[in-house]
T-cell receptor, first 115, second 113 residues
């Protein structure tokens, strides 16, 4: 079946502009995660959504970052007033219900470049 | 306490050799330790995972060794192949259910033909 999809695959923007990154999780997966992968770094947790529960926003680096998940499916990560340090690959993952250790399935990521 | 330290940063192994990547953690509440494999331009994919109630788990050429007392775990790739060339991330998670993964910084493996 289809995996996690993300769009766009690449985004180049100017400093100060807002950007929106989209994630389509695997159908039926109830949990959705956003991570950020900077050059030479591991994956940094940003936020996760689980069903109708309040999202865990503990990883968001600043109030310029926000995310929403509509209808328990598609999610959008928004970065306002982008800065050069926001340049990274933004990865989305989803997990199925009923998995004891909630294996996370990752999308291909969106490479964001802020000029 | 939330960190997972991974080494080496990069590794070159000859075809047929053994690749070994090590990780260490501090948080004793972690109880799930997956390894992810990432090819360029792709998202990470789960390779193998272990829980602390076992000391070793093997799947094909890939083995995780786990040392609970030392709070260390490692990935061994036997008979390494050029197709194994990728970046490998260790990770850890606390508890069952939907918790975030804490990742190591990654190891770039190159298997020379």
């Amino acid at each position: 079946g289809a995996g996690v999809s993300q769009s766009p695959s690449n985004k180049v923007t100017e400093k100060g502009k807002d950007v929106e990154l989209r994630c389509d999780p695997i159908s039926g997966h109830t949990a959705l995660y956003w991570y950020r992968q900077s050059l030479g770094q591991g994956l940094e947790f940003l936020i996760y959504f689980q069903g109708n529960s309040a999202p865990d926003k503990s990883g968001l680096p600043s109030d310029r970052f926000s995310a929403e998940r509509t209808g328990g499916s598609v999610s959008t990560l928004t970065i306002q007033r982008t800065q050069q340090e926001d340049s990274a690959v933004y990865l989305c993952a989803s997990s199925p219900p009923g998995s004891l250790y909630n294996e996370q399935f990752f999308g291909p990521g969106t490479r964001l470049t802020v000029l | 306490q939330q960190q997972v330290k991974q080494s080496p940063q990069s590794l070159i192994v000859q075809k047929g050799g053994i690749s070994i990547i090590n990780c260490a953690y501090e948080n004793t509440a972690f109880d799930y330790f997956p390894w992810y494999q990432q090819f360029p331009g792709k998202g990470p994919a789960l390779l193998i995972a272990i829980r602390p109630d076992v000391s070793e788990k093997k799947e094909g050429r890939f083995t995780i060794s786990f040392n609970k007392s030392a709070k260390q775990f490692s990935l061994h790739i036997m008979d390494s192949q050029p197709g194994d060339s990728a970046t490998y991330f260790c990770a850890a998670k606390r508890g069952t259910g939907f918790q975030k993964l804490v990742f190591g910084t990654g190891t770039r493996l190159l298997v020379s033909p």
